[in-house]
């Protein structure tokens, strides 16, 4: 079951945004805070003692507020500041505007008790880029009820990411 509009209000599921209408009446607009050229190689193992995370490089808008993505992979930081309620998870879709213009945004699920400032991968495939502004609105966050509460809650080391404004 996905949580509506007023649901979502009521359990205070994002802070920090940028106005009203980003509430959708199944889900929130989650916006473009940053954008991170990816600048090295990471690593994945099983039990995360060798995982290194790739490196980055902020990326600055053009005093439009503008900025032209060749095609790649990058790394983006959203603008508001997400509480995932014990008794649910949430998923993020990329808007479809954004998918019209050829690039997509891949999020991986945020557990039960997560809380911070999200970190998703976009990638443009338009052999022409995109250009997206500060603030765009790039995805659409869905919350999901669980059958329950969860018993246990996230406490890996992304909790809390990116908690300064």
């Given at each position: ?13 994002v802070?920090?945004m ?9 889900g ?28 980055t490089?902020k990326?600055e ?8 993505l060749?095609?790649?992979?990058y790394?983006i930081i ?7 309620p014990?008794?649910c ?7 479809s505007s954004?998918?019209?213009c ?11 008790g ?16 995109i ?5 765009a609105?790039?995805?659409?966050l ?11 809650t996230?406490?890996g080391?992304?909790?809390?990411e990116?908690?300064?404004?």
């Open positions: 079951m996905l949580l509506t509009k007023d649901e979502i209000l009521a359990r205070k599921a802070a920090e940028l106005a009203d209408s980003q509430y959708q009446p199944a929130v607009d989650l916006t473009l805070k940053e954008v991170h050229e990816i600048t090295s190689a990471g690593a994945i193992d099983f039990d995360n003692s060798k995982r290194k995370l790739s490196e490089r990326l808008f053009s005093s439009d507020g503008s900025l032209l060749s095609p790649g992979c790394k959203y603008n508001e500041y997400v509480n995932i014990d008794d998870a949430a998923m993020g879709l990329p808007r954004l998918l019209r050829g690039a997509d945004v891949h999020c991986a699920l945020w557990d039960p997560y809380h911070g400032r999200s970190e998703s991968l976009l990638t443009v495939y338009n052999a022409h880029g250009t997206l502004h500060k603030n609105k790039v995805v659409q869905i919350f999901v009820k669980l059958s329950k509460k969860a018993a246990e996230y406490s080391q992304y909790k809390g990116n908690a300064k404004k």
